[in-house]
């Protein structure tokens, strides 16, 4: 990285911390098409199996303990929680998909909420596809990846628990996904690696978040 770069990527670094620290509240929890709330700010949604850590990692990016509710059950999260950052961003905490406690026929309900709003909320600007970094890609978050390509819809992949394995099996990881990834039309060639425990990557990924509201703001 350039000189340029990285006191481009320190300020917004420092922008990201300054948005982040603003106020952030709970707006609704949406179970239906019908119930999602008016459009308004940019929308960024959090994606990834049951369990992946997205609750955890929206509360360490806004510096909350409990502003999303991590539960220890997959499965656990019903609906798609809509939280209004300083009226700038909307975080979105998506259901979980995959393995989750409950009937088939409420799981099938489910997916297809989401896949919808994933599909059709033109307030959505991007999804982080969260991936736990000790497992990798499984068949469902390939399910999710191909859905977005199809839709237009642009993602990220945002890395999870990044702290419990070796950095080297890390770094391996992240250029194994980079080159899936290359192939797809809608994915974000960048990789960012966390760790809501012990906060790395959080500054990094609330970099990459301010970015698209500065873009938006300049769009206007």
């Given amino acids: 990285m350039s000189d340029e770069d990285a006191e481009k990527q320190a300020a917004l670094e420092e922008a990201g911390r300054?948005?982040?620290?603003?106020?952030?509240?709970f707006i609704t929890g949406a179970v239906s098409m019908e119930s999602l709330p008016p459009m308004g700010a940019p929308e960024i949604a959090f994606a990834g199996r049951s369990n992946v850590g997205k609750s955890s990692l929206i509360n360490a990016l806004t510096g909350r303990n409990h502003l999303a509710r991590a539960s220890n059950t997959p499965g656990r999260t019903q609906q798609i929680n809509f939280f209004d950052l300083d009226q700038r961003l909307t975080l979105v905490d998506l259901p979980g998909y995959g393995y989750a406690e409950a009937p088939k026929d409420q799981i099938a309900?489910?997916?297809?909420?989401?896949n919808d709003y994933?599909?059709?909320?033109?307030?959505?600007?991007?999804?982080?596809?969260?991936?736990?970094?000790?497992h990798g890609l499984k068949e469902n978050d390939l399910e999710v990846m191909?859905?977005?390509d199809k839709a237009a819809v642009p993602y990220q992949i945002v890395l999870t628990k990044a702290d419990k394995i070796k950095p080297s099996a890390l770094n391996s990881l992240t250029t194994k996904i980079l080159d899936d990834i290359k192939r797809r039309p809608a994915a974000f060639p960048q990789i960012i690696a966390t760790?809501?425990?012990?906060?790395?990557?959080?500054?990094?990924l609330r970099a990459a978040l301010t970015a698209l509201t500065k873009e938006e703001e300049d769009s206007r």
């Fill in 18 to 25: 300054l948005l982040f620290a603003k106020e952030c509240r």
């Fill in 118 to 134: 994933l599909r059709g909320r033109q307030s959505l600007r991007r999804a982080c596809v969260l991936i736990d970094s000790r």
């Fill in 109 to 114: 309900r489910w997916t297809a909420f989401v």
């Fill in 146 to 148: 191909t859905m977005l």
């Fill in 195 to 204: 760790s809501s425990e012990a906060g790395l990557g959080i500054a990094q």
